[in-house]
């Protein structure tokens, strides 16, 4: 089975800060990679699809990149309301597995 | 706009079998769809079960393959998953999905249930 790596675990950054959060595959899987935010108590919330495109009703703040093992996800500038936890997900092939997550607090 | 809803037991005894189910409403359940579980063991990540396509061809985590049978009803809009001998660890709250195929990621999620595994 492919591999799913993302890191950090966790970070804390300040309302305004640019964050960046990495998932790696251990095999090429093209650009099929999502990344969902869930905030405590809530459901996961899809932000990004196919590895760059923002899923609609999202802010543009959100911005995913990369195709083949190494992607990323991008905040540029961080507000209250975006402190979650951060899943990115490969579906090409199965099993569709989710990364371990990134949990973002403020400083 | 399409809305799931899961529903079953929040209580199964160890060694026993959980079954749930996913309501369908807001759109169709045979649409070109791949219909998932996915469940969140308390305070953990999210762990991807299996799924099923709207024809009825199913994908399960290797993991979990010889415990889960996902089925769809489509008369009934909608689809269920048991999961068999079940154990401290199948606790968590199971949520149902929505993937359409390809490219697209899972956009529509129930609210989830909780499903609680006792000795």
């Known amino acids: 089975d492919i591999q799913v790596t993302q890191s950090p675990s966790s970070l804390a950054a300040s309302v305004g800060d640019r964050l960046t959060i990495t998932c790696r595959a ?3 899987i093209g650009t099929y990679l ?3 935010q869930q905030k405590p108590g809530e459901v996961p919330r899809l932000l990004i699809y196919a590895a760059t495109t923002l ?3 999202v802010p ?3 911005s995913g990149s990369g195709s083949g093992t ?3 996800l991008t905040i540029t500038r ?4 975006d402190v979650a936890t951060y899943y990115c997900q490969k579906y090409d092939s199965v099993p569709r597995t989710f990364g371990q997550g ?3 607090d403020l400083k | 706009q399409m809305h799931l809803e899961e529903s079953g037991p929040g209580l199964v005894k160890s060694s026993g079998t959980l079954s749930l189910t996913c309501a369908v409403s807001g759109g169709s359940i045979d649409s070109a769809s791949w219909w998932s579980w996915v469940r969140q063991p308390p305070g953990r990540g999210l762990e991807w079960i299996g799924e099923i ?3 009825g061809a199913t994908n399960y985590d290797p993991t979990l393959k010889s415990r889960v049978t996902i089925s769809i009803d489509k008369s009934k809009s909608q689809f269920s998953l048991i999961l068999t001998s079940v154990t401290a660890a199948d606790t968590g709250v199971y949520f149902c999905a929505r993937r359409r195929p390809p490219a697209y990621g899972t956009d529509v999620w129930g609210r989830g249930t909780n499903v609680f595994v006792s000795s």
Do not use: N
């Not at chain 1, 961080?78 to 309301?81: G, P, R």
């Open chain 2, 53 to 55: 396509y709207h024809v």
């Open chain 1, 78 to 81: 961080l507000e209250a309301e």
């Open chain 1, 55 to 57: 899923q609609w009703g």
């Open chain 1, 70 to 72: 190494d992607f990323t």
């Open chain 1, 102 to 104: 990134t949990r973002v």
């Open chain 1, 26 to 28: 251990s095999q090429d």
């Open chain 1, 34 to 36: 999502a990344w969902y």
């Open chain 1, 60 to 62: 543009s703040r959100f």
